[in-house]
Every structure is written in structure tokens, then in C-alpha cells.
């Protein structure tokens, strides 16, 4: 009985995710298609976690800049005059930092969480 409970809140659990995912995509879209970007385009990985963060993993070549400190470093990202895929862990803090960049004038992308960047590589 305790099994079936337990198999039952999996499903249950798994359905959920699902349907988020659903409508994650239906809302916001497929996001960007990151292998022409990263590969063809050699766009900079921007990643706007905190240095601890960072510092526990990566995508490779990426670049930190927190996103409590992009507002006064985006001179520095303007000047490489190439398209950004930021990333992050989730990518809501990466969102952020998609709209801010694109704001100032940059060829920005969101690409979600670090791991879904470093898929890409």
C-alpha cells in the first residue's frame, strides 16, 4: 500500500513537471537555439551568478559578471561587440540580465541555466 502511495505521488509529481514545462514553453517560447550562437557566432556566456556560485560550476569559457555588479561592468561587455548568452542557475536572474543588456543596446539571449548553456558546447 505504502508503495502504490509512493508510486502514485511520483506520477503525480511527474505530471506537474511536465505540464510546467508545457507551459513554460507556450508562454515564453523555445528560447534561442544556442549551437549557431556558441559555435558559429562565438557569442560571449555571460553568467550572472555570485563568484560562490560560479565557483561550484560552470559552463566552459564562460565569463562572471554577478548581476548585482552588471550595471556598472557593461562597458566592459560593449566593447567585445559580439552576441551574449547570459545564463544562470534557473534562468530568472539571467532574464533579468538579458532585458537589462538589450536595454543598453547588446545582442543578448537568454540561456537558462549553466547546464543547458554548457549542453550546448
Same mark, same amino acid.
Given at each position: 500500500m505504502?508503495?502504490?502511495?509512493?508510486?502514485?505521488?511520483?506520477?503525480?509529481?511527474?505530471?506537474?513537471?511536465?505540464?510546467?514545462?508545457f507551459?513554460?514553453?507556450?508562454?515564453?517560447?523555445k528560447g534561442?537555439d544556442?549551437?549557431?550562437?556558441?559555435?558559429?557566432?562565438?557569442?560571449?556566456i555571460?553568467?550572472v551568478?555570485? *563568484?560562490p556560485?560560479?565557483r561550484? %560550476?560552470h559552463?566552459? +569559457?564562460?565569463?562572471?559578471?554577478? =548581476?548585482?555588479?552588471l @550595471?556598472?561592468r557593461?562597458?566592459?561587455?560593449?566593447?567585445k561587440?559580439?552576441?551574449? *548568452?547570459?545564463?544562470?542557475?534557473? %534562468?530568472?536572474?539571467? +532574464?533579468t540580465?538579458?532585458?537589462? =543588456?538589450?536595454?543598453a @543596446?547588446?545582442?543578448?539571449?537568454n540561456?537558462g541555466?549553466?547546464?543547458?548553456?554548457?549542453?550546448?558546447?
Open positions: 505504502k508503495v502504490n502511495s509512493y508510486y502514485t505521488y511520483q506520477k503525480s509529481k511527474n505530471t506537474r513537471n511536465t505540464m510546467f514545462q507551459l513554460k514553453k507556450l508562454l515564453f517560447g534561442p544556442l549551437k549557431p550562437l556558441l559555435h558559429e557566432r562565438k557569442a560571449l555571460l553568467d551568478r555570485t *563568484v556560485e560560479f561550484m %560550476g559552463a566552459k +569559457g564562460s565569463v562572471n559578471i554577478p =548581476l548585482q555588479e @550595471g556598472q557593461m562597458g566592459e561587455l560593449k566593447k561587440n559580439v552576441p551574449i *548568452v547570459a545564463c544562470c542557475r534557473t %534562468g530568472a536572474r539571467s +532574464g540580465a538579458t532585458r537589462m =543588456l538589450r536595454a @543596446g547588446m545582442e543578448v539571449y540561456g541555466s549553466w547546464q543547458n548553456v554548457a549542453r550546448h558546447l
